[in-house]
């Protein structure tokens, strides 16, 4: 019989913000940065974008080495721009559904991201919501820069497990990235791939 679920984690971009990669790649090429797609994807990133993402990285020397890999000089604030260039805006009714879901589960944020881009879907979600802080429809959050792990390492979900004091086996985990899914069920979480078509209020929760 398998346990009841008591918690979920969701992902946040494609599941509950809106991504668009290809923005980002356009932008960092037309700053001069040609292989940019080969550096990061939804599904790969470098050791540069690895590091930043796991904190181990400052913006400062983030900025030093995107110019090295440049055609042309840029500035801090031109690659800001390109670098959140595929952030997009929230999914609003995915997010009322959360607020519903909170009655009856504990909820968990669990994001691959980087001290820039946290600053800025921060700011987007507050203009877009007028409600101040996105941390508040979860129990936790856990961003892969402030933790210092990042998906699809099993560290990040163990951490998380402890951190929480959490059983995988009453933990459903939600991701569009299917390789990060494949770590949680590895683990003995209970998982669902998000895919593009589908929206997490339209999930029947007690089917997973």
Known sequence: MMAQTK???????????NLDFQKTIDAFESLGLKDFENMFSQFKADELFEKLETGHLTETHFYEAVKKRTEKPITDAEIDHAWNALLLDFRIESLAWLK?????YKLY????TNSIHLKYFKNIFTRQTGEPLLDAYFNKAWYSNEVGLRKPGAEIFEFALRDENLLATETLFIDDTLINIETAQK???KTHHLLPTERIELLDIDSI
Do not use: E, Q, Y
């Not at 918690?7 to 913000?17: E, K, P, R, S, T």
């Open 7 to 17: 918690n979920i984690i969701f992902d946040l971009g494609g599941v509950l913000l």
């Open 100 to 104: 519903k879901l909170a009655a009856d």
């Open 109 to 112: 944020l669990m994001s691959n």
């Open 187 to 189: 683990l003995g979480f």
